[in-house]
Each structure stands twice: as structure tokens, then as C-alpha cells.
């Protein structure tokens, strides 16, 4: 945010989703300033009218969406990055602010190139020094054909002193209105604080003149370190074949075709045919031959009054194409329905849902064999117990050998990573980073989290029927004990989510799971098959003793009917509970899937989502920066 804030643009919010936090203030575009650079509104005396539409609104839209971009996404760039495309936007305001009805010009090239014979042929006074010691031209020196033009030198760093002006009612004068000519030192120069001076004004000027000579035009120091990096600057620039005099015969034109050559394998459009580029021409500054050419070019170049806009619609451009490896990416980045479901299903596997949902089945068989048992059964099972050490309390609910316990975690932090990487797949190499980050953050608690509900769904507490626990605490203790809050940030929602997906969990108070209605009816039947066993066994002994008349038959077919049913009605529970069972199973095992995905979504997955919705909004800006040339998929 250093860059963006060091020129005075808007704040803007880093939470979940950066938004713009007031609206446009009013219809005016950039403050204006006169024709002296002093200020003023935009529509004010040094505003030229057309600034507001065509190019120059194109130009406003795109540098808003670049303020923009770098608002939402400055916490995640290198601080060099977002500092490049401040410097752009710094540069943009302040070119804006000065006089719109100048164009500023600078005559570069290499020594003995004849810049400032060029400079001083264009204005019919000797503005610059010419002659053969080297280099002639040690500082920056201006030549404006209007009044108006100190703001722009001042920015330009040219005292008032090194301005000169052309000659009064000299030919071109009218035609070049507006026009400020800049002899720069050679580019080539040994001194280098000279070629720094030409550096620094080539990054503020409106257009450029490159002058090159036959013998010079084809300078590998030219071409790599200028023209070709400034190739998408081609609309403002004018390269210059000078000294033709030298030359005999078709030659001018076939060092012409040549220049022409590079300039294309430099990727420096031509523009020639009507289409928009680098002007050409080939002119000889000592004897003027081809001298009215380049007067006519520079003033149809100054009148249209579009310099400055394409200038700095081409910075755009280059800081554009400087920040699209950290905005545009391979293929198509998110995350998909497919990637969410196999992230739920290693959280329920980590969980253990399937383990815990047969647990709750053999509870609940558990629990119809000791209602509907025998009781001479279950009193054998009691007097096994007493027998078994440690074993006294039975089988513990679905707990899980203490080796398990880090192995479920480490599934947890693979299934994080996982889906962390198909989330950042295809991202920007930032942006992929930023969703990691995300997702590890989430992830701090996320085992804990699932660790309670894993614990409440195996070892449920008292609650009730539909009261929206998870084993019998509302919500689970996720949401109330991770990150040290009640139900706060991630961990609360994941709470709720576990209590939404909780339903009745409880089951019947001791945490028995719940009994079906036919259960009573079994209980009542295993219960006369006790009594049958016993009215018989006291019948036999009724009549063993003599109290009773001696028939054998009768109390023997009671007691028999009482130990046969007895099982049959057993056997008959246990086959009627297989059904329920596995409901229940199957039910258990459904909440404690649905409430570690609510957990997982809430610590993981939203903040992925918020991530990715953050890059689909640069990606939308970036393309309104680039011009419309991406398409955004």
C-alpha cells in the first residue's frame, strides 16, 4: 500500500473482500491546471476540451482501475511490484495536472547524431551549441514555441534559463504552437550522469525525436536499451535518418529500408498506410532537405493535442504487460464441486464417520439385547464381567486406540494441503501463495475442532430428542472452546454448523440410543416368558412337595414354554433391531460427516473462496488496466 498511498490515492479496506469505500466525488476528471501549470479545474483555461473524452476518458477509466487493482492487491504483491505501477499512477497525476495544450518533445540520439543541428534548424535560432567537441550538449535544454510551458520544464527539471525560444514569425512558427523541443545529452555518452539525465527525462516526456545518423542508425546500445523497450510507445515516437547529404545516390533509401528493418524487429510498430505508429522520415538538418516533412509531422503530432494521453496510455500498457505474470495464470483457477467433495470425504475419513456409525449400530444392538435378552443371560453377561478385570464398564462407545489419534490428524493436514492445492492451481504464483495461507490458517484449529465432535458423537451426553446437539452439547464444543472464544471467528461458525448438522444425537438421558416403539411390547413378552418359567418351576415344586396334586405334564410344558420363548422372543428382537440398527448407524455416521464438512467448510474452504473471489476481482481489473486484451475465463 506504500506506493499507492505515497500519491495520494484513495485507501481502501483489507478484509475478506476490499471494496471501494465512497463513491466517485462528482463528474470532473483529474484536477486541471492553466496554461501556466498553476492549477485550476478541469474544465479551466489549460484544459483543453477534447481531454475529457475519446482517448483521454479511456485513458481516466483504465488508470482507476489500476488505483484499484493495486488497492485490492498490495498486501499481496512484492513491495517492488505495486511500487513500479505507483510510479506510473504518481506520474500520470502530475503530467494531468499541468498545461494539456503543450507537447512536450525530446530529441535524443547518439553523439554526432546532430540533435542540436536538428533543434536549432526546427526553431531558425541557434538554441543548442554545435561543433565537434564532445559531448556538446551537457544538460538538458528546452526550446518552447508558446507561453504556458514552466510547470511542465519545472517536472522536467529544466531551469528557466536553459529555455529558449524560436525565432518570432519564423516559418512553422503558428503551425508548432504548443510544441517544447528538449535537446537531450547523447545517450551513448562516457559521462553517466549524462546518460541518467536522459533516462529521467525520457520517462516524463510526451513524445521523443530519435535522431540517427547513417553511420550510427543500426547501434546495438540504441535498439536494445531504447527502441525495443520502448516499443509500445511507437505512437509518440519520431525516428530521424539525419545527415542524407552524406549519402549518394538510392543509398538514402535503402539505409531508409534498413532502419525500417530493425525498427519492426524491435517490435516498434510503423506507422505508415494510415495505421497508428512510429513515424520515419529522412531529412538532412544542415542543408533543411526533408526538413518540411518532419514540420508538418511534429504539427499535426502538437495540434491533435492527444500526446500526453498516449503517452501515458502506453506506460499503461507497459506496466500492464510488467504486472500480468502475477495476474494472469494457466487455465481455469477455483475450486470445483469435485475438489469440495473429496475434501469432505478425507475430513470424514480423518474423523472416523464410517468407524463411529458402526460403533452406534453395535450400540444400539447392544442396547435391544439387554432389553429384550433373557435375564438369565444378561445376569451370565453381569457375572462375566465381574470375572474380566477392566472390563467392568463394558465397551467403550467407538473409542479409538490412542495410536490413531496422529494419524487422523495427519489426514487432516493432507486433506488441508490437498485441497489447498487444487484451489491454487492454475493461480498466479501470489495468488496461489495467498490461498496456502488461507488455508493454513484455517486449518490451526481445524483438528481440535473435529477431534470434540468426533468425541461428542462417540461418547454422546445427556439431551434429549431434537434438541440440536452433537452428543448432547449444543453446537459441539468446537465452537465454544477453539480459538480460546465462545463460538467466535471460524470456529464459531464451525460450531454452528455441527449444531446444525447435529440433530438428535442425544438420544435417551445416560446416552442410550433411543428406543423404537415396538420395545415395550418385547420387554412385556421377555417378561411373561420369565413368569412363565417361574409359575412353572413352582408349580413342579408345589407338587414335588405334595402340597400340589401330582401332574407332571402341565408345569413341565409351562416352563418349557417360558425357556423356549424366551430365546424365540430374543432371537426375534435381535432380527426386528437389524434394520433400526443400521438406520441409526448410517444416521450417526450421516451427522458426524455433516458436521466435520461444516466445520471444514467454515475454517477452510470460505476463507479459500474468499481468496479466489478476491483474484476473480483484480483479474476483472486487470483486464479493464490491459485494455480489454484479456479475456477473462
Same mark, same amino acid.
Given at each position: 500500500?506504500?506506493?499507492?498511498?505515497?500519491?495520494?490515492?484513495?485507501?481502501?479496506?483489507?478484509?475478506?473482500?476490499?471494496?471501494?469505500?465512497?463513491?466517485?466525488?462528482?463528474?470532473?476528471?483529474?484536477?486541471?491546471?492553466?496554461?501556466?501549470?498553476? %492549477?485550476?479545474?478541469?474544465?479551466?483555461?489549460?484544459?483543453?476540451?477534447?481531454?475529457?473524452?475519446?482517448?483521454?476518458?479511456?485513458?481516466?477509466?483504465?488508470?482507476?482501475?489500476?488505483?484499484?487493482?493495486?488497492?485490492?492487491?498490495?498486501?499481496?504483491?512484492?513491495?517492488?511490484?505495486?511500487?513500479?505501477?505507483?510510479?506510473?499512477?504518481?506520474?500520470?497525476?502530475?503530467?494531468?495536472?499541468?498545461?494539456?495544450?503543450?507537447?512536450?518533445?525530446?530529441?535524443?540520439?547518439?553523439?554526432?547524431? %546532430?540533435?542540436?543541428?536538428?533543434?536549432?534548424?526546427?526553431?531558425?535560432?541557434?538554441?543548442?551549441?554545435?561543433?565537434?567537441?564532445?559531448?556538446?550538449?551537457?544538460?538538458?535544454?528546452?526550446?518552447?514555441?508558446?507561453?504556458?510551458?514552466?510547470?511542465?520544464?519545472?517536472?522536467?527539471?529544466?531551469?528557466?534559463?536553459?529555455?529558449?525560444?524560436?525565432?518570432?514569425?519564423?516559418?512553422?512558427?503558428?503551425?508548432?504552437?504548443?510544441?517544447?523541443?528538449?535537446?537531450?545529452?547523447?545517450?551513448?555518452?562516457?559521462?553517466?550522469?549524462?546518460?541518467?539525465?536522459?533516462?529521467?527525462?525520457?520517462?516524463?516526456?510526451?513524445?521523443?525525436?530519435?535522431?540517427?545518423?547513417?553511420?550510427?542508425?543500426?547501434?546495438?546500445?540504441?535498439?536494445?536499451? #531504447?527502441?525495443?523497450?520502448?516499443?509500445?510507445?511507437?505512437?509518440?515516437?519520431?525516428?530521424?535518418?539525419?545527415?542524407?547529404?552524406?549519402?549518394?545516390?538510392?543509398?538514402?533509401?535503402?539505409?531508409?529500408?534498413?532502419?525500417?528493418?530493425?525498427?519492426?524487429?524491435?517490435?516498434?510498430?510503423?506507422?505508415?498506410?494510415?495505421?497508428?505508429?512510429?513515424?520515419?522520415?529522412?531529412?538532412?538538418?544542415?542543408?533543411?532537405?526533408?526538413?518540411?516533412?518532419?514540420?508538418?509531422?511534429?504539427?499535426?503530432?502538437?495540434?491533435?493535442?492527444?500526446?500526453?494521453?498516449?503517452?501515458?496510455?502506453?506506460?499503461?500498457?507497459?506496466?500492464?504487460?510488467?504486472?500480468?505474470?502475477?495476474?494472469?495464470?494457466?487455465?481455469?483457477?477455483?475450486?470445483?464441486?469435485?475438489?469440495?467433495?473429496?475434501?469432505?470425504?478425507?475430513?470424514?475419513?480423518?474423523?472416523?464417520?464410517?468407524?463411529?456409525?458402526?460403533?452406534?449400530?453395535?450400540?444400539?444392538?447392544?442396547?435391544?439385547?439387554?432389553?429384550?435378552?433373557?435375564?438369565?443371560?444378561?445376569?451370565?453377561?453381569?457375572?462375566?464381567?465381574?470375572?474380566?478385570?477392566?472390563?467392568?464398564?463394558?465397551?467403550?462407545?467407538?473409542?479409538?486406540?490412542?495410536?490413531?489419534?496422529?494419524?487422523?490428524?495427519?489426514?487432516?493436514?493432507?486433506?488441508?494441503?490437498?485441497?489447498?492445492?487444487?484451489?491454487?492451481?492454475?493461480?498466479?504464483?501470489?495468488?496461489?501463495?495467498?490461498?496456502?495461507?488461507?488455508?493454513?490458517?484455517?486449518?490451526?484449529?481445524?483438528?481440535?475442532?473435529?477431534?470434540?465432535?468426533?468425541?461428542?458423537?462417540?461418547?454422546?451426553?445427556?439431551?434429549?430428542?431434537?434438541?440440536?446437539?452433537?452428543?448432547?452439547?449444543?453446537?459441539?464444543?468446537?465452537?465454544?472452546?477453539?480459538?480460546?472464544?465462545?463460538?467466535?471467528?471460524?470456529?464459531?461458525?464451525?460450531?454452528?454448523?455441527?449444531?446444525?448438522?447435529?440433530?438428535?444425537?442425544?438420544?435417551?438421558?445416560?446416552?442410550?440410543?433411543?428406543?423404537?416403539?415396538?420395545?415395550?411390547?418385547?420387554?412385556?413378552?421377555?417378561?411373561?416368558?420369565?413368569?412363565?418359567?417361574?409359575?412353572?418351576?413352582?408349580?413342579?415344586?408345589?407338587?414335588?412337595?405334595?402340597?400340589?396334586?401330582?401332574?407332571?405334564?402341565?408345569?413341565?410344558?409351562?416352563?418349557?414354554?417360558?425357556?423356549?420363548?424366551?430365546?424365540?422372543?430374543?432371537?426375534?428382537?435381535?432380527?426386528?433391531?437389524?434394520?433400526?440398527?443400521?438406520?441409526?448407524?448410517?444416521?450417526?455416521?450421516?451427522?458426524?460427516?455433516?458436521?466435520?464438512?461444516?466445520?471444514?467448510?467454515?475454517?477452510?474452504?470460505?476463507?479459500?473462496?474468499?481468496?479466489?473471489?478476491? #483474484?476473480?476481482?483484480?483479474?476483472?481489473? #486487470?483486464?479493464?488496466?490491459?485494455? %480489454?486484451?484479456?479475456?477473462?475465463?
Amino acid at each position: 500500500m506504500t506506493a499507492v498511498n505515497a500519491v495520494g490515492q484513495r485507501k481502501w479496506d483489507d478484509g475478506l473482500i476490499a471494496r471501494r469505500a465512497a463513491a466517485e466525488g462528482g463528474a470532473g476528471g483529474e484536477p486541471g491546471g492553466g496554461e501556466d501549470g498553476s %492549477g485550476g479545474g478541469s474544465k479551466g483555461p489549460g484544459r483543453d476540451p477534447r481531454d475529457g473524452g475519446g482517448e483521454g476518458a479511456a485513458l481516466k477509466v483504465r488508470l482507476d482501475a489500476l488505483r484499484d487493482l493495486l488497492g485490492l492487491s498490495a498486501t499481496r504483491l512484492d513491495p517492488p511490484v505495486v511500487a513500479e505501477a505507483g510510479r506510473v499512477l504518481a506520474e500520470a497525476a502530475a503530467r494531468q495536472r499541468l498545461s494539456s495544450r503543450h507537447t512536450v518533445i525530446a530529441i535524443a540520439g547518439a553523439t554526432g547524431s %546532430g540533435k542540436s543541428t536538428l533543434i536549432n534548424a526546427l526553431a531558425g535560432v541557434p538554441v543548442s551549441e554545435t561543433g565537434l567537441r564532445r559531448p556538446t550538449t551537457a544538460a538538458p535544454i528546452a526550446c518552447a514555441w508558446s507561453e504556458g510551458a514552466a510547470g511542465l520544464l519545472d517536472r522536467l527539471g529544466i531551469p528557466g534559463r536553459l529555455c529558449r525560444r524560436p525565432l518570432a514569425g519564423g516559418d512553422g512558427d503558428e503551425a508548432l504552437r504548443g510544441l517544447v523541443l528538449v535537446d537531450l545529452p547523447d545517450h551513448d555518452s562516457a559521462l553517466t550522469a549524462h546518460r541518467d539525465q536522459v533516462d529521467r527525462v525520457l520517462g516524463l516526456v510526451d513524445g521523443v525525436i530519435w535522431v540517427v545518423d547513417p553511420e550510427k542508425y543500426a547501434d546495438a546500445a540504441l535498439h536494445e536499451r #531504447y527502441l525495443r523497450p520502448l516499443a509500445g510507445h511507437a505512437e509518440v515516437t519520431f525516428v530521424v535518418l539525419n545527415q542524407i547529404d552524406r549519402l549518394l545516390g538510392d543509398t538514402t533509401d535503402q539505409v531508409l529500408d534498413d532502419l525500417r528493418r530493425l525498427l519492426d524487429e524491435d517490435g516498434v510498430a510503423l506507422g505508415e498506410h494510415g495505421e497508428p505508429g512510429a513515424t520515419v522520415l529522412a531529412l538532412s538538418a544542415l542543408t533543411g532537405e526533408g526538413l518540411p516533412e518532419l514540420r508538418e509531422a511534429l504539427g499535426t503530432f502538437v495540434r491533435g493535442h492527444q500526446a500526453a494521453t498516449r503517452r501515458l496510455s502506453a506506460d499503461v500498457d507497459a506496466a500492464a504487460t510488467r504486472l500480468r505474470p502475477v495476474y494472469v495464470g494457466e487455465g481455469r483457477p477455483g475450486l470445483g464441486e469435485r475438489s469440495r467433495e473429496d475434501f469432505t470425504a478425507r475430513l470424514a475419513v480423518a474423523v472416523g464417520a464410517a468407524a463411529a456409525g458402526e460403533a452406534a449400530e453395535r450400540a444400539w444392538r447392544r442396547n435391544a439385547g439387554r432389553a429384550c435378552g433373557t435375564p438369565w443371560l444378561r445376569l451370565w453377561r453381569w457375572y462375566e464381567r465381574l470375572r474380566t478385570p477392566g472390563a467392568g464398564g463394558g465397551e467403550p462407545a467407538g473409542s479409538a486406540p490412542l495410536e490413531e489419534e496422529p494419524t487422523a490428524r495427519q489426514r487432516v493436514e493432507h486433506a488441508v494441503r490437498v485441497v489447498a492445492e487444487e484451489a491454487a492451481h492454475g493461480l498466479p504464483a501470489p495468488w496461489a501463495q495467498a490461498v496456502r495461507e488461507a488455508a493454513a490458517r484455517g486449518a490451526r484449529g481445524l483438528p481440535e475442532a473435529l477431534d470434540e465432535l468426533a468425541a461428542d458423537a462417540r461418547a454422546p451426553r445427556p439431551g434429549g430428542k431434537g434438541d440440536g446437539t452433537a452428543g448432547g452439547k449444543p453446537g459441539g464444543t468446537a465452537g465454544g472452546t477453539v480459538g480460546g472464544k465462545p463460538g467466535g471467528g471460524a470456529a464459531g461458525a464451525a460450531g454452528a454448523a455441527g449444531k446444525r448438522a447435529g440433530g438428535k444425537a442425544g438420544g435417551r438421558p445416560g446416552g442410550l440410543p433411543p428406543r423404537p416403539a415396538w420395545w415395550p411390547v418385547a420387554v412385556l413378552s421377555q417378561a411373561s416368558m420369565t413368569l412363565l418359567q417361574v409359575f412353572g418351576a413352582l408349580w413342579l415344586a408345589g407338587q414335588i412337595a405334595g402340597v400340589l396334586e401330582p401332574r407332571l405334564l402341565p408345569p413341565v410344558l409351562v416352563m418349557l414354554a417360558g425357556i423356549v420363548g424366551g430365546p424365540l422372543v430374543e432371537w426375534a428382537c435381535v432380527a426386528a433391531a437389524r434394520g433400526p440398527a443400521r438406520r441409526y448407524g448410517q444416521e450417526t455416521e450421516r451427522r458426524l460427516r455433516e458436521a466435520a464438512a461444516g466445520c471444514g467448510r467454515a475454517m477452510v474452504l470460505d476463507p479459500i473462496a474468499t481468496e479466489l473471489m478476491r #483474484y476473480r476481482e483484480v483479474r476483472e481489473q #486487470y483486464a479493464t488496466v490491459s485494455g %480489454g486484451r484479456l479475456t477473462t475465463r
